[in-house]
C-alpha cells in the first residue's frame, strides 16, 4: 500500500489525481491522510480556474484530470482518511508527498506528525515521491538522529523558483499572494535545508505540460529511495517513475 497525505483543503488536484490514477489501474491501493482525519478538498480554483483570468488553460487542471479526481473523490479511502496522528508508518511500503500552493496547505506542511512519518519513511529506506511543495514537506522533516533534514544528502528538484514568480506575477494584481504560500520561495528554502546546493537539480524549462500519452515534458530526480519532482507539468512523468521506483 501507498500513503498519500494530503491537506484538508487546497492541495493541488492533479498532483493527487495522476498518481493516483495510476496507481489504481496498476492495482496498487492509494491511502489517504488528512490533519483532521475528515475527507480533503482540492484547491476548487485549480478545477474550475475562476479568478486565473487569461491564465486559466494554463494554470487550471486540464479535463481529463478533472476527470481522474471526480474518480477519486468516490473512492472510499479518499472519502475516508487517516489522520495523521493515526499513521502507523510501518503497515506502508512507500509513500506519496503531493504538493499545493493556496493556504490551506499549510497545515500539511507545517504538521509535526507527519514529519515524524516522512523521517521514517526514509530511515527505512522505502521509496519516498515527493512533487511540488510536497519536496518542501520533506526537507522540513528533521531527523532526530542527526538534527538534519532528511534531505540533507540528496539530491533533489522542487518547485522552480522562477515558475513560482512567474504564476504569482501574472495573477498577483487581483489574486495577491495566492500563488506565493511564504515570502520564500519554495526552491530558496528547500535549498537551505541540502547539505549543497549543487543537490538542487532544476531540469529542463518547465514550460510545458506533460501528459498521459506523453512524458516527453516530464522531468524528475530520482537519488536512492527518493523520486522528486517541480510541478503539475511533470506529474504524468512522476506518477510513472515512482510505479517503477516502487516496483
Not at 489525481?17 to 482525519?37: C, L, Q, R, Y
Not at 538534519?148 to 504569482?168: C, D, F, M, N, P
Not at 512524458?215 to 529511495?225: A, E, K
Amino acid at each position: 500500500m501507498v500513503l498519500m497525505p494530503i491537506s484538508d483543503i487546497d492541495f493541488e488536484p492533479s498532483e493527487t489525481s495522476v498518481p493516483w490514477k495510476i496507481m489504481k489501474d496498476n492495482d496498487i491501493e492509494v491511502v489517504f491522510a488528512t490533519p483532521s482525519g475528515k475527507q480533503g478538498k482540492a484547491d476548487p480554483r485549480l478545477l474550475s480556474g475562476d479568478g486565473l483570468g487569461i491564465w486559466k488553460k494554463i494554470l487550471m487542471a486540464d479535463r481529463e484530470t478533472i476527470g481522474f479526481y471526480s474518480q477519486m473523490e468516490q473512492d472510499p479511502r479518499f472519502r475516508n482518511p487517516l489522520k495523521y496522528e493515526d499513521i502507523d508508518p510501518s503497515r506502508y511500503s512507500a509513500i506519496l508527498l503531493p504538493g499545493g500552493h493556496a493556504p490551506g496547505m499549510k497545515s500539511y506542511l507545517e504538521s509535526e506528525a507527519l514529519q515524524k512519518v516522512i523521517v521514517h519513511f526514509f530511515n527505512e529506506h522505502k521509496p519516498v515521491g515527493a512533487i511540488c511543495h510536497g519536496v518542501l514537506a520533506c526537507a522540513r522533516s528533521i531527523d532526530p538522529k542527526t538534527g538534519k533534514s532528511v534531505l540533507y544528502h540528496y539530491k533533489t528538484t522542487a518547485l522552480l523558483k522562477r515558475l513560482e514568480l512567474i504564476a504569482y506575477y501574472l495573477t498577483c494584481l487581483w489574486l495577491k499572494d495566492y500563488y506565493r504560500t511564504y515570502p520564500i520561495t519554495v526552491e530558496d528554502e528547500v535549498i537551505s535545508f541540502l547539505a549543497d546546493r549543487k543537490n538542487f537539480i532544476h531540469g529542463n524549462s518547465g514550460l510545458f505540460r506533460d501528459s498521459m500519452k506523453s512524458q516527453w515534458h516530464g522531468f524528475t530526480v530520482r537519488d536512492r529511495n527518493y523520486l522528486s519532482s517541480r510541478w503539475p507539468g511533470d506529474v504524468h512523468r512522476f506518477a510513472f517513475d515512482f510505479l517503477k521506483l516502487i516496483r
